[in-house]
């Protein structure tokens, strides 16, 4: 009982919740923050390494700087908020992929709208699994989950606006 109590202190239970998230416990995500701030200054030369080898090395781009870099950023964005608030499954497909449909494959663009949709979206499933079962509490990532499963089919599954 006692290691069960130590691992859920230390987080290794978080399961996309964000009842666990306490003072002590979230300061990791100001990196984040930072780290984002740095993707969206480098986001044109990640949309131009987006077009191709080709094409971005045609155009001067150190294409494996880049890439390592974005690499870098975003695997360091993912596993600090993973570490603080746990898995929140279906977020990563489902965001970009409804904002590139909507405003285009321009990453400087479209990343702040991503990160409003991203957010907004968490928020809702987190108020919904507050209120569905009140006094009790379903977890962000069963909520997203369900949500973002029905949204996923819901984008591979639409015809496209040109199709017959």
Not at 35 to 42: G, V
Not at 83 to 97: A, D, E, K, Q, R
């Given at each position: 009982a006692y290691e069960n109590e130590m691992l859920q202190m230390l987080g290794v239970w978080q399961q996309?919740?964000?009842?666990?998230?306490?003072?002590?416990?979230?300061?990791?995500?100001?990196?984040?923050?930072?780290?984002?701030?740095?993707?969206y200054l480098i986001a044109d030369q990640l949309t131009i390494l987006g077009l191709g080898e080709t094409?971005?090395?045609?155009?001067?781009?150190?294409?494996?700087?880049?890439?390592?870099?974005?690499?870098?950023?975003?695997a360091l964005i993912t596993s600090l908020v993973v570490v603080t608030v746990g898995n929140i499954p279906f977020i990563g497909l489902v965001v970009p992929n409804i904002i590139s449909r909507l405003m285009g494959d321009k990453l400087r663009q479209s990343l702040?709208?991503?990160?409003?949709?991203?957010?907004?979206?968490?928020?809702?499933?987190?108020?919904?699994?507050?209120?569905?079962?009140?006094?009790?509490?379903?977890?962000?990532?069963?909520?997203?989950?369900?949500?973002?499963?029905?949204?996923?089919?819901?984008?591979?599954?639409?015809?496209?606006a040109h199709a017959v």
């Amino acid at each position: 009982a006692y290691e069960n109590e130590m691992l859920q202190m230390l987080g290794v239970w978080q399961q996309g919740d964000f009842s666990g998230v306490l003072l002590g416990r979230y300061e990791l995500l100001w990196a984040t923050g930072i780290l984002a701030l740095f993707a969206y200054l480098i986001a044109d030369q990640l949309t131009i390494l987006g077009l191709g080898e080709t094409v971005s090395v045609n155009l001067g781009l150190n294409r494996t700087a880049i890439l390592w870099l974005g690499l870098i950023i975003v695997a360091l964005i993912t596993s600090l908020v993973v570490v603080t608030v746990g898995n929140i499954p279906f977020i990563g497909l489902v965001v970009p992929n409804i904002i590139s449909r909507l405003m285009g494959d321009k990453l400087r663009q479209s990343l702040p709208a991503v990160a409003l949709l991203g957010a907004s979206l968490v928020l809702l499933c987190d108020i919904v699994g507050r209120v569905i079962v009140f006094p009790f509490e379903i977890p962000v990532s069963t909520v997203f989950g369900v949500m973002g499963t029905v949204l996923f089919l819901w984008l591979l599954l639409r015809k496209p606006a040109h199709a017959v």
